[in-house]
């Protein structure tokens, strides 16, 4: 899929397309964008008081409602991935040092700073919020939400001591 294929599938022209984008690979990296800057703001302003496990849950769900609000604009986005094979390639995810800021947000909520454990823990909370992603734009659960915590809690589990 190149751009003129996406800039006539919007029906925009190239130059409204590059206005906003600098290739394809940024619209895609758009949405990965948003919704780590979604968890960042939520684990930025989370209070002290909840567990980190707790902490974790609530962003990754407030994550999953953003998912669910903007499920055809993301499927789109899948869309454009899957028909391209450069995208199809390339990392779009959450890399570890976004990784590493979750922890390292989680564990400042009550003044400290992140050790190994926490950051596993953030690592197996995000793996876990794909697993319910890519299901979720397989599967179409009826309670995506419903799913998503149920994946959660299976998750953290092993934190909960």
């Known amino acids: 899929m ?12 190239p130059r409204t397309f590059h206005r906003y984008f600098a290739s394809k690979d940024d619209v895609v990296a758009e949405p990965v964008r948003r919704m780590a800057r979604i968890v960042t703001a939520f684990l930025g302003t989370a209070p002290p008081g909840p567990g980190d496990t707790e902490v974790l849950r609530l962003a ?4 999953g409602r953003f998912v669910i609000g903007h499920r055809d604009w993301l ?3 899948r869309i454009v991935v899957a028909g391209s094979h450069h995208l199809r390639t390339a990392y779009i995810g959450v890399r570890p040092d976004q990784e590493a800021e979750i922890a390292r947000l989680v564990a400042a909520r009550r003044g400290g700073s992140p050790d190994w454990r926490l950051r596993l823990h953030a690592a197996a909370t995000v793996a876990a919020f794909r ?7 397989r599967d179409a659960p009826a309670d995506p939400l419903a799913h ?8 953290a589990a092993p934190w909960e001591k």
């Open 75 to 77: 499927t789109g986005l």
């Open 2 to 13: 190149t751009v003129t294929d996406i800039c006539t599938a919007a029906d925009i022209a």
């Open 60 to 63: 990754m769900l407030e994550l």
């Open 131 to 137: 697993v319910w992603y890519e299901g979720y734009f």
């Open 148 to 155: 998503l915590e149920e994946i959660l809690l299976a998750v």
